[in-house]
């Protein structure tokens, strides 16, 4: 009798996780569910603009801002896509590298929406400044990555470089902190840096910057580094 219990007991915990996996990735039907050399895209792969958003997943500004451009990108007609890259502020480590390899590793196991869908959740769910989530194990079953695979790739550390050198990245760019968009026009590869948790409207008058320069120097060869002077300043944490 106690076997039977318990496996009932499990059997609704499962039913549970399921119902709560659906739900969570349906909120992030944008996303497709594998990644496309090894890049975490939001969005149409054919965009005319990438947001690349450096950020930190214990960072209050991050989590306020976490949603203009997921709603830039639904409203877009596939003409905006949204790319996530890592940059864990010092002073919210561990816990925000831990979050990153997390988010990484649910990726490589679930798959890109199941990424998107945990660095929404986790931002849902987080005390912010380096306090992290209660139930990490939790979120991680609720986004459709087995315990056992993710402890693995937890396990490995195999994800620290990556993370290191996307923030790395972002400090050649110009990224002194979180949140910070790289927006970048994909047809000429011109970019723009904009620092903060800036509103919807900054982020189109940063489009609109970009496509006036096309006409200025249509011949422009593609740069990894935002235009000089580039940065627009906002709040940062």
């Not at 958003?53 to 949603?67: A, G, T």
């Not at 790319?83 to 590298?97: G, I, K, M, R, T």
């Not at 912010?128 to 939790?138: K, P």
Request: hydrophobic letters at 35%; glycine letters at 8%; proline letters at 4%.
């Amino acid at each position: 009798m106690p076997e039977a219990v318990d496996k009932t007991l499990k059997d609704r915990e499962a039913e549970k996780i399921k119902a709560a996996k659906a739900k969570i990735l349906s909120n992030w039907s944008g996303a497709a569910d594998t990644s496309i050399e090894g890049r975490h895209i939001y969005g149409s792969m054919d965009a005319q603009f990438t947001l690349v958003e450096f950020s930190d997943l214990e960072c209050p500004y991050c989590k306020r801002f976490h949603d203009t451009p997921k709603q830039m990108a639904d409203k877009s007609d596939g003409r905006i896509n949204w790319e996530w890259q890592n940059y864990p502020l010092a002073f919210h480590n561990p816990v925000a590298e831990v979050a990153a390899h997390a988010a990484e590793c649910v990726g490589e196991i679930a798959g890109n929406k199941a990424f998107w869908a945990f660095t929404g959740e986790w931002f849902a769910r987080t005390q912010l400044n380096g306090q992290g989530v209660e139930d990490v194990e939790r979120l991680v079953q609720e986004v459709g990555a087995p315990l056992e695979d993710y402890r693995q790739c937890m396990d490995s550390g195999k994800y620290k470089a990556l993370i290191e050198s996307q923030a790395k990245k972002g400090t050649n760019m110009g990224v002194t902190g979180t949140p910070a968009t790289v927006v970048v026009d994909n047809l000429t590869g011109n970019k723009l840096l904009v620092k903060g948790a800036q509103s919807t409207q900054v982020l189109l008058q940063t489009m609109q910057q970009l496509v006036k320069m096309r006409d200025e120097a249509p011949n422009q060869e593609k740069s990894d580094t935002p235009a000089e002077g580039a940065a627009i300043e906002g709040s940062a944490e």
